[in-house]
């Protein structure tokens, strides 16, 4: 059973696809998602990889603590490592989407002797700075909003309302189910974290040695959060995705992963990373 009780007791789970002794690739899914967000990527990424993916704590088929002061940064952070340590991999590439890229983030900050190559999309090194702009506060207002919903009603009300605003409506029970899988626990928890979550940005250019992927959807309402970190990495290669929201490996699947897989190929046989494109 693909599953690891974390040294808080939690029992957390996870799914790895490929050649057990390739080089490892970790995937870190978004806030209220789940590893299944990762399967188109299965198969491109497990051809020269060992590609793990976890339930994050609180989503999925992982536990969800009713302690909601024991979800922190750090302990996403303590978890990844755990994970790794279980797996018996020392050093992996690793990859965060939105709420997995602050977790990512945060990882690689605090360890970055284990990460050979850093893929952040869509996301941010900090809740807050001066320099985000009306549309990332906008989103937040609404994560905001989103989480008053829950606390008083739960998670398959905020999914009901979601789906109420989805014209399909094939993607509308999608969006119902997935909401209603999530526990009120975990979506506080998580939420709870993207909040207070420290921020790196004082911290990127002395600890993220190792090569950095930013990729940003041109049109994802956290445009300028990402912008602000990728200024803390001038050595980064940054990509944008022309006419592509939040959620970059989601909506546009095969050219992310083009674009990471190139990436890890240009680490790998040494080449520079440092620049910017458009895709």
Known sequence: MPEFTASDGAAL?????????????????GFTSDLRAWQPHVGPFSADYRVIAPDLRGHGRSAAPEELETYTMERYAADLAELLDHLGIDVC???????????????????????????LSDTSAAFDHADYDDRYREREKG??????IVAKFGTAELGKRAAARIGDTFLAEGMRKRYARMS?????GAARVRRKRP???????????????IAIGEDDPGHSA????????????VVEFTGTGHG???????PWGNSVLAFLADVEEGRPVAGSGTV
């Open 226 to 237: 990402s912008e602000v970190m990728a200024r803390e990495l001038p050595g980064a290669r």
């Open 143 to 148: 994560i905001a909003e989103s989480e008053e």
């Open 184 to 188: 009120l626990d975990g979506y506080l």
């Open 13 to 29: 789970w996870f799914e790895e696809w490929g050649d057990p002794e390739a080089p490892a690739v970790v995937l870190l899914h």
């Open 248 to 254: 970059v490996p989601v909506l546009r699947p095969e």
């Open 93 to 119: 590439a690793l990859a965060g989407m939105s709420f997995g890229g602050m977790i990512a983030a945060h990882f690689a900050v605090g360890h970055p002797d284990r990460i050979a190559a850093l893929v």
């Open 199 to 213: 921020s790196l940005l004082p911290r990127l250019r002395e600890r993220l040695t190792m090569p950095v992927l």
